[in-house]
């Protein structure tokens, strides 16, 4: 989005939200990653994932060569988060992570399962077809 437009733009959040903290986790993570600064990706999963995922995750990154937060090499020009649905402690939202602009623009979609009590990202894989 241009600069002249970013005024036309409102985005909130409450830290009460599982979904607008998993929107911030991967805001912030995709501009740490994006702009190469040093520590921070590994700050922000610390801080936003629990220590069980973190560590499939270095697992599923050892086997795929890749980031298992964003399930790439590469990073997104655009993400979105949606609810999906909650339900025995946990919170599910849909990451929407977009490669590219324009019409030939790919998207990938991710399962984000949040802990209610907690409100730490607890599991993320693909998500089914919708």
Known sequence: MPDEQANDVVRGGSPDSAVDRVADFYGA?????????????????AHY?????????????????ADGVLRAQDV????????????????FTTVTLTWGTGPDAGRTRLAVQSDLSTKLISDIEDAPPS
Do not use: C, K, M, Q
Not at 29 to 38: N, R
Not at 76 to 82: Q, Y
């Open 49 to 65: 994932l629990t220590e069980d995922l973190r560590g499939r995750l270095a697992a599923w990154e050892e086997v795929n060569h």
């Open 76 to 91: 997104p020009t655009h993400w979105d988060v949606r609810y999906h649905d909650s339900g025995a402690g946990h919170l």
């Open 29 to 45: 993570y995709i501009d740490a990653v994006s702009d190469g600064t040093d520590d921070l990706g590994d700050e922000l999963r």
